[in-house]
C-alpha cells in the first residue's frame, strides 16, 4: 500500500468513526427524549415543562413578594376518598395533596398572602341554575349516585382533612358557581380588591379544568396567576403534561411546590 492509499484509508476510517459517533449519539438524545416523555405522561412534577420564554424574564421572587392570594380549587372528599364520588380517579394515591400542603404552609410562613381561599367545588349540582348543556353535563357525573342521602353529597364536598387542619379564621370558604372559575357569583373578586391583591397561587384538581379556567380568569381580571403544577391533577395523569404546557405557553407560569418555596426564600433581583 503507497502513501495515498494508506491517506485514503485513514480518512476513510476517520469519517467512519465520526458518523457512527454522530449516529450514537443521536440515538442517546431520542432514547432520553423518549424516556423524558414517557415521564411526564405520569404526571405531576413530571409533566412540569421548562419556564416559557416569556416568563425568563420575570423576578418571579419579586413578584411572589407582592400582596397574595392563595387558592385551592375542589380539594375535597369527592376526589380523596376512597368512599368520594369521583374515587374513581384516586387521586389520594397521587402527589398533588403533599405538594397543596407544601404550598400552602409555605404560603402561610411568608407573611404576604392575604387571602386563603378554599374552593369547593360540588358534583351534586341538582340545586344549581342549568342550562340545556348544565343539565346534561351535570347529571352524567352523579350516574348511579341520584339516590345519595343529602348528608352524604355534603359530606363528599367537604375540603379534604390534610387542608382542613391548614384553615384558619378569616380565611375563605366557598363553592365555584360557574363551570371553571371562582371569579363569577363568588365572594373572591371583592375579596381580592378590597386587599389590594396582585399575585394569585392556584392550587388544586383539575389541572386542565377549573385551574385552567381560573388562571385564565386571573389574568382577564388583571392579576399575575402562578399555578403549581405538582399541586394541581387531571381526571387522567397523561393529560396533565398537555395542559401545563397550555397554561404554561400563554397565561401563567407553572411551577413546582419545591421551586414555590424556593423563590420565596429567594431576595429579589433588584
Not at 476517520?14 to 411526564?40: C, H, I
Not at 400542603?101 to 411568608?110: I, N
Request: charged share 25%; aromatic share 8%.
Amino acid at each position: 500500500m503507497n502513501a495515498n492509499d494508506l491517506n485514503v484509508s485513514t480518512r476513510r476510517q476517520f469519517v467512519g468513526t465520526v458518523a457512527a459517533a454522530a449516529a450514537g449519539t443521536a440515538v442517546l438524545a431520542g432514547r432520553a427524549s423518549a424516556e423524558t416523555e414517557d415521564k411526564s405522561k405520569l404526571g405531576g412534577v413530571h409533566a412540569i415543562p421548562e419556564l416559557a420564554d416569556q416568563w425568563k424574564s420575570l423576578d418571579l421572587a419579586k413578584i411572589l413578594k407582592y400582596p397574595a392570594a392563595f387558592l385551592s380549587v375542589s380539594q375535597n372528599n369527592s376526589l380523596y376518598l376512597p368512599t368520594g364520588a369521583q374515587a374513581n380517579e384516586r387521586q389520594w394515591e397521587r402527589g398533588s395533596l403533599a405538594a397543596t400542603v407544601k404550598a400552602a404552609q409555605a404560603a402561610r410562613s411568608a407573611g404576604n398572602f392575604k387571602t386563603f381561599a378554599w374552593i369547593g367545588y360540588e358534583v351534586f349540582r341538582e340545586g344549581y341554575p342549568q342550562s340545556e348543556f348544565d343539565q346534561a353535563q351535570y347529571s352524567s357525573w352523579i350516574k348511579g349516585k341520584e339516590d345519595w342521602p343529602a348528608e352524604k353529597k355534603k359530606a363528599d364536598n367537604d375540603l379534604v382533612a390534610d387542608l382542613r387542619a391548614l384553615v384558619q379564621p378569616g380565611d375563605l370558604e366557598f363553592n365555584e358557581q360557574a363551570l371553571q372559575t371562582a371569579f363569577l357569583g363568588t365572594p373572591l373578586p371583592l375579596d381580592l380588591s378590597r386587599k389590594g391583591i396582585k399575585t394569585i397561587i392556584i392550587t388544586g384538581i383539575h389541572t386542565d379544568w377549573c385551574i385552567e379556567g381560573n388562571a385564565r380568569a386571573a389574568r382577564d381580571n388583571g392579576y399575575l396567576p402562578i399555578v403549581i403544577g405538582d399541586a394541581t391533577a387531571a381526571q387522567k395523569p397523561e393529560d396533565e403534561a398537555a395542559a401545563f404546557r397550555r397554561i404554561n405557553n400563554f397565561f401563567a407560569p407553572v411551577i413546582s411546590s419545591d421551586t414555590f418555596v424556593k423563590l420565596l426564600n429567594e431576595p429579589t433581583r433588584s
